[in-house]
């Protein structure tokens, strides 16, 4: 893929070392959140079809978008789970700068944008009826979904992995809609 791929790669890796070092560490100011959805979205999903062709297309983007905001939901859980101690140590997530009850209208937020936006692409006749295929994981999405309304603390840990195998599901679900 040549040197647009480097370029990634490099902008990749100083924005890892960024997110927890140097002296504004994103993940400790604020900026995790969008970092994640960008990098493990756009870049990571972006990054993979331009490998396969050489090109980007705008159905990358509306791919990618759901996939970072699942890997958001992740990082949002643990900073729920982690806010009394981030807050203690001076990491300014967006849970603790912003709270709990938004935290988890955030995770709230992802979940629904990641399975709203391909529905809404295929009303829409921008993709094909095999986008709708991570609709099967909804109901999984659900039961995270309500669980987050109210779990808390160490109690949290399990729907970390939940929402993080949700992703994974959805994530090989979208993969074969998006070849139908």
Same mark, same amino acid.
């Given at each position: ?107 709230? %937020?992802? @979940?629904? &944008?990641? /399975? #709203? $936006?391909? +529905?809404?692409?295929? =009303? !829409? ?38 929402? %993080?195998? @949700?992703? &994974?599901? /959805? #994530? $090989?679900? +979208?993969?074969?809609? =998006? !070849?139908?």
């Amino acid at each position: 893929a040549g040197w647009p791929l480097v370029a990634i790669g490099g902008v990749s890796i100083l924005s890892g070392l960024a997110y927890t070092a140097g002296p504004y560490p994103l993940g400790y100011i604020g900026l995790g959140d969008v970092f994640v959805l960008v990098f493990f979205g756009g870049v990571a999903v972006g990054g993979t079809y331009y490998v396969q062709a050489l090109t980007l297309t705008p159905r990358v983007a509306l791919a990618a978008i759901p996939v970072g905001l699942l890997a958001t939901a992740i990082l949002v859980v643990n900073n729920l789970r982690d806010r009394d101690g981030d807050a203690r140590v001076g990491k300014r997530t967006l849970v603790v700068r912003f709270g709990e009850r938004f935290g988890r209208r955030q995770y709230a %937020a992802c @979940l629904v &944008l990641a /399975y #709203g $936006l391909p +529905a809404l692409a295929v =009303a !829409l006749g921008h993709v094909s009826v095999g986008w709708l295929l991570p609709l099967v994981s909804l109901p999984l999405a659900l039961i995270q979904l309500r669980a987050l309304r109210t779990v808390d603390g160490a109690a949290l840990n399990p729907h970390l992995g939940a929402t %993080a195998r @949700l992703q &994974l599901i /959805y #994530g $090989l679900l +979208a993969a074969g809609g =998006a !070849l139908l």
